[in-house]
């Protein structure tokens, strides 16, 4: 507002040796932008030419006194360019925003807005008007179109979704009954390929490597869902899902041998592991930290290596989804403050590929 009153001041007083000359004005007008233009050019051997607030002031304030057709032979820039600079100075003087937050309605706080945000992510079926009721209840009253305003800016549906929920958030809300299971791959020295099967708990994080194959049939994987009842024992009753893709290995006696056990098979899409991403992930760490560093002889000596880092994953291994703990562990170790105290002993597994560390007793 100040620049604009400030602008149309010079513009006044730049004028008013034209009302009384009416004579040499406009060249006087040219002198005075050319020297401003050779201060611009000099500031040029710093750097690119940039034309500051203060040079588009006096520049637009200057061609008010010379003639528009000359413009272009005395502007350093195009007559757009100026009528752009013109039109944005006199339109702060109409900038009225600065009144806003003081006569019309106030905006709405970033906290209340962080707030709604968070109701309708963690609440995906809530609509506006459930979200504007349970803000209510908390102590917040507020009209439910503002409500709907902060959902839309943020992109969200304001109307509850009827769809059900997402794969992930049934895989989460379901993680203590689901195992995922999958095969994958591994080569020995002289090249032939052998097949394993792994199981993967998601509520616990659990894996169970059921077995090692050169020649991956049917009845061999149902042997292995087999072999995986009678180690769960009683544990296999927390578990209600069994997830798999559409491997041709998976046959139907393998599902009655699951469904014998209370347990329903889900089905991934075609070609989609992700739907399977923890049975996947758990396969990577099998190839990273130790398929990867060990040269696998023949199938006993496969069954050997996955057996001993199933026993290191199980039981020491650190995983993030469990705040740290290994999938066997009930609670977190006792805190240590005094190190100097304590002595750490190394357990070297598979050869020294994989170290863990415990204090001595």
């Not at 994987?221 to 769960?232: E, K, S, Y």
Request: proline share 6%; glycine share 4%.
């Amino acid at each position: 507002m100040i620049v604009s009153l400030l602008y149309r001041a010079t513009r006044t007083l730049l004028s008013i040796p034209g009302v009384l000359l009416r004579r040499d004005t406009a060249k006087d007008a040219e002198l005075l932008v050319l020297r401003h233009e050779n201060a611009v050019l000099r500031r040029r051997l710093k750097g690119p030419v940039r034309y500051e607030p203060a040079d588009r002031f006096w520049l637009s304030a200057l061609s008010s006194l010379i003639p528009r057709h000359r413009w272009s032979n005395i502007f350093p820039i195009t007559p757009g360019t100026l009528l752009a600079w013109h039109r944005r100075l006199i339109a702060n003087k109409w900038d009225y925003s600065a009144r806003r937050g003081r006569n019309g309605r106030p905006p709405t706080a970033t906290a209340f807005k962080k707030l709604v945000l968070r109701l309708a992510n963690e609440n995906p079926q809530w609509g506006h008007r459930r979200i504007q009721g349970e803000l209510a209840r908390l102590g917040h009253p507020i009209a439910p179109s503002t409500v709907w305003e902060i959902l839309t800016a943020a992109s969200l549906d304001p109307a509850p979704r009827r769809s059900g929920p997402s794969w992930r958030e049934f895989l989460t809300a379901q993680a203590e009954g689901i195992i995922a299971a999958d095969f994958f791959h591994l080569d020995t020295v002289l090249g032939t390929r052998l097949y394993a099967m792994a199981f993967l708990e998601h509520g616990t994080r659990r894996l169970h490597i059921t077995g090692v194959t050169s020649h991956p049939t049917g009845e061999w994987a149902t042997q292995q869902a087999r072999n995986l009842a009678a180690d769960l024992g009683t544990r296999m009753e927390s578990l209600r899902f069994v997830l798999r893709d559409r491997d041709t290995k998976y046959t139907e006696s393998l599902d009655a041998v699951l469904r014998s056990e209370d347990m329903d098979v889900l089905l991934s899409a075609p070609r989609v592991p992700r739907m399977n991403a923890h049975c996947e992930r758990v396969i990577r760490t099998i190839r990273r930290e130790a398929l990867d560093h060990v040269l696998v002889i023949n199938e006993a000596h496969a069954r050997r290596v996955l057996t001993e880092f199933q026993d290191h994953y199980n039981r020491h291994r650190p995983h993030q989804a469990r705040a740290q703990r290994p999938p066997d562990a009930a609670e977190q170790p006792t805190t240590i403050e005094d190190l100097n105290g304590h002595r750490i002993l190394r357990t070297r597994r598979l050869g020294g590929t994989i170290n863990e560390y415990r204090y001595a007793s």
